[in-house]
């Protein structure tokens, strides 16, 4: 098993849609958790952290984590053309300092 | 500086030659992280620094692939005799937070290398 999953999509929403990521991860213990957002040929950017249940919002961005299921997603709002990447979710384990990166979600937002 | 920078930015090389990237991280950041992408996958641990001391290099897929950071700035990461499945991005990460779990980490431009 991956240490985190998500699926890779491409995962295609309307322009003013909201798009919906979402990840997995098999560390119970982890504590930190990151979206990076990663345009093509380009490296990746942090979007948002999180580190603690519930959600976290960041102006189009809202990152919820509920860390009883072992989940952390992302939602986009009112999603633009320039949304459109690959999204990377990334967990900071607890038994080290290791970062593992799920495989990313392709998005597209489409005019 | 202002970002993370890597060098080169593109090395070709023929299988069995040693190569040795180079990352000059954000200046005072404390932890350094170097990663390997394939095309459609997600960043792949390899190894990270605190300061000068590898802290983790269980990431490093076999010994031919090796890292410093001797004065605690600039990290090398060497593969001696490289193989065509060596071929990848290799990203370079830092991060102001001495190990703390959530530093933000800064991604430079990665090197990608090709093994012929």
């Known amino acids: 098993q991956k240490e985190v999953e998500q699926n890779s999509g491409p995962l295609s929403v309307p322009e003013g849609a909201i798009a919906s990521l979402n990840c997995t991860y098999s560390d119970r213990g982890s504590q930190s958790f990151f979206w990076y957002r990663q345009y093509s040929g380009k490296s990746p950017e942090l979007i948002m952290s999180?580190?603690?249940?519930g959600d976290k919002e960041d102006g189009r961005f809202t990152a919820q984590l509920n860390k009883a299921s072992q989940y952390v997603s992302l939602l986009i709002r009112d999603s633009q053309p320039s949304d459109s990447a690959t999204y990377l979710c990334?967990?900071?384990?607890?038994?080290?300092?290791?970062?593992?990166f799920g495989t990313g979600t392709s998005l597209t937002v489409i005019p | 500086g202002a970002g993370v920078s890597q060098s080169p930015r593109y090395k070709v090389t023929k299988r069995g030659q040693d190569v040795a990237l180079r990352c000059d991280p954000i200046?005072?950041?404390?932890?350094l992280y170097w990663y390997r992408q394939a095309l459609g996958q997600g960043p792949e641990f390899l190894t990270y620094f605190n300061y000068e001391a590898q802290q983790d290099k269980s990431g490093l897929p076999n010994d031919r692939f090796s890292a410093e950071r001797p004065e605690g700035s600039i990290s090398t990461l060497t593969i001696q005799r490289t193989e065509q499945r060596d071929s990848a991005m290799y990203r370079c990460a830092s991060s102001e937070l001495r190990g703390a779990p959530g530093g933000t980490q800064y991604f430079g431009p990665g090197t990608r290398l090709l093994v012929l």
């Open positions: 990334a967990v900071n384990t607890n038994t080290g300092n290791q970062f593992y």
């Open positions: 200046s005072g950041h404390v932890s």
């Open positions: 999180i580190y603690s249940n």
